[in-house]
DNA sequence: CCGGGCGACTGAACCGGTTTAGCCAGCCTA
DNA sequence: TAGGCTGGCTAAACCGGTTCAGTCGCCCGG
């Protein structure tokens, strides 16, 4: 088999013009005539040329691929169900645009700074996606000393040149407490995440400004890295206290089933001794028992608009910010009345 | 700043030598003085040379890239957490080893196999990773005809001319059965994973053999996705049965947890009433109420070794076969004595 | 009828490495 | 001393595209 020898100078030679003006045709440069462009393109047809990637990488310097660098530890990547929606809905884009998607998963911060600068070096990509964003974020002044056009995954706190896909998680968290004092909760607490991320404290001070608003004193809050043995922790701290909340609001869904575990080990019942809400509506959270009230986010649409936001900015250069629709409240079975309430209601 | 401007003819300028003895001297090759060698190399120091990877690729036609197409459906994906960490092992070897990893998420078989012959086309990896085999693997035939090297997770049930990475999961089952055999659980159910994939029936094979060898009649099994939502249906219609088991053995740790959630639901105590085993020990595992006896796997010495021997075979055409150690049983706490042994017990 | 402008197209340089043919000096052997 | 071999090195082709300066023919206005 003529296994990929066809290149461009076949097809040049086959449709008796020069190099230069397939490659004309190929990209719709002008310059071309109408019945030259089409008889190049048929003969490309007919010889079932492909353009190497690899030579037009190295003549064009682009990869036309994009970079996606997380740094988690396995086990809490592992128990997060964001990333594999979120590169779900990349690919929806990049498929069809003939980009790929390079993935690089590093333990350590060091090594998450490595990893950009040799994605950068070896200019395996034209843009990467900034996901977890912490508070100045060290990666942003990186990323624009090296030059690589970004998209934040949220608006960072600190100036950015970078165009943002935001999606507003703050008012879910009110819409949860306020559905919790509405039933009459009134010592909710919070187990949040870290209060490095900025989704961990914006979430934490939505939680704040909730309580406030329902007119509620501030609850106790207690700070941990998002993952699923720090949720247990927390919760089994919370709840052997003396003052044990009636309600617990969780920073994301995967805390919140430990702690489901936790108050099944201590026989506090769910939702009527202690009622608890999520965040992230995890595949799981429907089916835990109780279903668990929590707030939904769309990783996957959230990554379609930030795959479509940096190709765009890679490609003119310039993109907007994006705001999603804001994560809402999805009720469900693991918050109730809590238990004075409903004796007086009975 | 001269900004990534050093090429390889500015150093062989500046050591007086051509760009020829240059390439020879970074990629070690004979008939380079050391003399020579070391002031090439030290030159290339000096002016911080780094070869740039796409003229690399261009001529050597590689890419110093390995792939991985993932075709699962989102949600399925989004609850198992052997992808993340089986790229987190993936990643431990390749960054050493400055290559990078190319992840393709797809939809669909079709879009699964476009995705590997894009792949091909454009020259963007050198070798791939096969995962979640399926008996009379497409893939397998596929890859031999594109002529991309691969090594397969596990064993294919054909012929394959790549080299496995395997980790038994046999032994796991036959434990968790010969366990619950033991305890005196005598109706023994299997929610068992898809059939079309290789581990969905090994499992049950194991499953079944190890009921025989325990001396039970052969139990119920229901196949499922391996999804959550389907661990949960198949749960369901198991216990609403007349004769319903004592005992689950689930495919995996998801399905396994949505049982639980089934199990609480219905008012069946877990392990008093209702014995269950899951299998991959996923970070959720220990968190559930009760904490779910299961069999551990080790997805990130899995793609440790997978890309250890991918790496291997593309480098020098051929590489052995791997057998990890098999995966074994974690005893926790999801499986007790049945009720009527327990009564009898007391 | 001439100069200018424009559209279509060519040739060659270029991206930055690798690879191969071949040259030359020096040494060994007959 | 000639002949052959070999280690060290160079020049140029090559990978397969993109890009740019410039040629050519044609149409138009003056």
Redo the contacts with the bound molecule.
């Keep these: 088999m003529n296994t990929?020898?066809?290149?461009?100078?076949d097809?040049?030679k086959r449709a008796?013009?020069?190099?230069?003006?397939?490659?004309?045709a190929?990209?719709d440069?002008?310059?071309?005539?109408?019945?030259?462009?089409t008889r190049i393109l048929a003969v490309a047809g007919d010889l079932g040329?492909?353009?190497?990637l690899?030579?037009?990488s190295?003549?064009?310097?682009r990869s036309f691929a994009l970079g996606l660098v997380v740094a988690r530890n396995p086990e809490v990547l592992g128990s997060d169900p964001f990333f594999p929606s979120f590169i779900a809905g990349v690919e929806s884009i990049l498929s069809d645009r003939g980009q790929a998607l390079v993935l690089s998963v590093v333990p350590s911060e060091e090594a998450e700074i490595r990893s950009y600068r040799q994605l950068v070096d070896d200019g395996r990509v034209d843009g990467v996606f900034l996901t977890d964003l912490r508070h100045d974020d060290p990666r942003i002044p990186l990323l624009t000393e090296l030059g690589l056009p970004a998209v934040t995954l949220g608006r960072p706190d600190g100036p950015s040149p970078f165009p943002a896909v935001s999606i507003d998680d703050t008012p879910g968290i009110a819409e949860s407490v306020a559905y919790l004092a509405r039933l009459g909760h009134r010592r909710i607490a919070h187990i949040a995440g870290s209060s490095t991320m900025l989704h961990g404290t914006r979430r934490r001070d939505a939680f704040e400004a909730a309580l406030c608003t329902a007119g509620l004193p501030l609850g106790q809050t207690i700070e941990t890295d998002f993952s699923v043995a720090a949720g247990s922790d927390a919760t089994r701290r919370l709840l052997t206290r003396e003052d044990a909340p009636t309600a617990i609001v969780y920073a994301n869904d995967p805390m919140a089933i430990a702690g489901l575990g936790v108050a099944h080990e201590l026989g506090i019942r769910v939702p009527d001794e202690l009622s608890i809400t999520g965040f992230d509506d995890i595949d799981f959270s429907r089916y835990v028992y109780p279903p668990l009230t929590t707030v939904s986010a769309t990783p996957v649409v959230w990554g379609r608009a930030a795959a479509t936001t940096l190709l765009a900015l890679i490609e003119t250069g310039a993109a907007d910010d994006v705001n999603l629709p804001a994560a809402r409240l999805i009720i469900r079975g693991s918050a109730a009345a809590p238990a004075h309430t409903r004796k007086s209601a009975t």
Tied chains: 1, 2.
Excluded: Y
């Excluded at 990929?4 to 100078?9: D, E, L, M, R, S």
């Excluded at 040329?49 to 190497?52: A, F, H, R």
């Design positions: 990929q020898k066809v290149t461009i100078a097809v040049a008796g013009v020069s190099k230069g003006l397939v490659s004309f190929l990209n440069r002008p310059g071309v005539s109408p019945e030259t462009r040329w492909k353009p190497s690899r030579a037009r190295l003549s064009t310097r």
